[in-house]
């Protein structure tokens, strides 16, 4: 299983040197956090970035991401689907294959038939765009209630419906334990359309009280990581895990130290020490 960096995890630096210690501490790929490619774009180019990850020997495996992408206004759809055109424009030219989508906060009295209906359109007409592109879109689920899409059976019925080549799925093990994601709900999966696998842990709180913030480093919360993973292997799932942590407190350590504990971490929980 390959081993990615996300870079939320090292919040506080700039992509350039997530590229650089993703590098320096082994990792096999990068997912893009896409507020740092702005920065990075308003002084350099694509092209300077794809160098930089070829000589990192780092692969750029997402873009994360595109919030918010439903039950908008004409205007809000309208600068959702350009930033789809935007982002999967720079994910061609750099030979990424994902764009990481997200569903919105869910509004006042709609039903979950109105939801379902919403995420499929939306996505079959994202989709559409990401495959002039040639881009997949990963949607990832948010284990919290007030999103739309909170749970791994929520995620899966859509993306099935959606029935699209390059729409596929998320998976974060810390959206999967807030959100009351099951096991039995991963053996219903198509592992060819789980694209990309967050692996975090979290603190021991009700799961009510949980917010990124209380992401921890693979092994050491509550979540049953190995269960998960095991379930994963079982219906063949075995392509990546990036690690994915929005903790503050890992924002202010030195970037390497941070990238080098969480791969070893995630070595450890995967069994490929």
Known sequence: MLIGLNGATTMGARLEVDVQVAGQAGYDLLEIWSAKLDVF?????????????????????????????????????????KRCHCLCRIAQALGCPYVVVVPSDKPKDVSRREIFAESVRVLRELSAVALGYDAGLALEFIGQPDRTVSNLAECWRIVEQVDRPNVGLVIDTFHFYAGDSTLASIRRIDPRKLFILHINDAEDRPKSELTDAHRLFPGQGVIPLRPIIRALRKVGYDRMASIELFRPEYWQWEPLRVAEMAKARTQEILGLQ
């Open 41 to 81: 774009l308003k002084t350099k180019t694509v092209g300077e970035l794809g160098k930089i990850l070829a000589q990192a020997k780092v692969r750029p495996y997402s873009i994360n991401s595109i919030e918010q992408i439903t039950f908008q206004d004409a205007a809000g759809y309208e600068a959702i689907v």
